[in-house]
């Protein structure tokens, strides 16, 4: 522990970050937390290096108390409408790569009616089959159309839209679900995700005027599993050091476990 402390401090000191201190005694819990519960399955081929499975995610503003451990994956993201629910106590998820839109086929002379009516009985027809697997939030690798949204809006289920294939993949293995591929995979039985607690909190970023940022916070998965650090307490700049120093903390600590 007290090699921690003092390599922690001396990166602090030297990446140049202000009152080391109040960094050390924010980081340092949350380093050893981190070390006794994210566990890799090395059995199962899951990767040796603890770090594939350690999110750091910067938030500017607030203080350097208010960095938070997350078991499970924090990501920045709103919700489509304004209208779905923003907190969910043990969310059943579920994961999309593929665009749920309908694919218009290029013909002259169409008369449109016909074409919205088609497309919304398709839409409808999607919508029903995500809504049989009673999803309460709906990630989507792609895009996700105005009139499904409304659909899924009507069922009640969160969805966000246009996510990042890292961030689709870390939920699928935190919240272990299964991610569904195509249109076919719905007709078949698919593995949702748990997790205890699904919210999105909006931060205001001082460093940009009126830029509030909202992020997707999943907690609550198996701790095992992964984890995600929400780094506060400075600026963008200021953190994109400090995620240095704690990636290489990261290893360090691990490390010292193995070996005692």
């Not at 009152?19 to 050893?32: D, E, F, Q």
């Not at 981190?34 to 910067?58: A, C, F, N, Q, W």
């Not at 969310?91 to 009516?117: A, G, K, N, T």
């Not at 916070?217 to 992964?226: I, K």
Request: charged share 25%.
């Amino acid at each position: 522990l007290k090699h921690v402390d003092k390599l922690l401090h001396q990166l602090l000191t030297d990446a140049e970050i202000p009152n080391p201190a109040a960094w050390k005694k924010a980081l340092v819990p949350i380093l050893l937390q981190l070390t006794d519960e994210v566990t890799p399955d090395i059995s199962k081929g899951e990767d040796m290096d603890i770090r594939h499975y350690v999110k750091l995610k910067r938030i500017p503003g607030g203080k350097p108390g208010d960095t938070a451990y997350v078991s499970g994956v924090v990501f920045t993201k709103n919700l489509a409408l304004k209208s779905m629910p923003r907190r969910i106590m043990n969310p059943r998820i579920v994961l999309v790569s593929f665009p749920i839109e309908y694919q218009r086929h290029q013909q002259q002379f169409m008369s449109l009616q016909p074409v919205i009516e088609q497309e919304k009985e398709f839409l409808r027809v999607v919508v029903q089959r995500i809504t049989n697997l009673r999803p309460h939030v709906l990630l989507a690798q792609k895009g996700v159309s105005g009139i499904a949204l409304q659909y899924l809006s009507e069922a009640n289920i969160s969805v966000a839209y246009n996510v990042k294939d890292t961030v689709i993949e870390a939920v699928a293995r935190c919240a272990e679900a299964e991610i569904i591929e195509s249109l076919d995979m719905l007709a078949l039985p698919v593995r949702v995700g748990k997790c205890s607690a699904f919210e999105v909190r909006t931060f205001v970023n001082n460093d940009y005027p009126g830029r509030k940022k909202s992020y997707i916070f999943l907690s609550g998965c198996r701790p095992e599993l992964g984890c995600t650090i929400a780094l506060r307490g400075a600026s963008s700049t200021l953190l994109s050091k400090l995620k240095t120093v704690m990636e290489f903390m990261v290893y360090v600590v691990y490390n010292l476990k193995l070996e005692s």
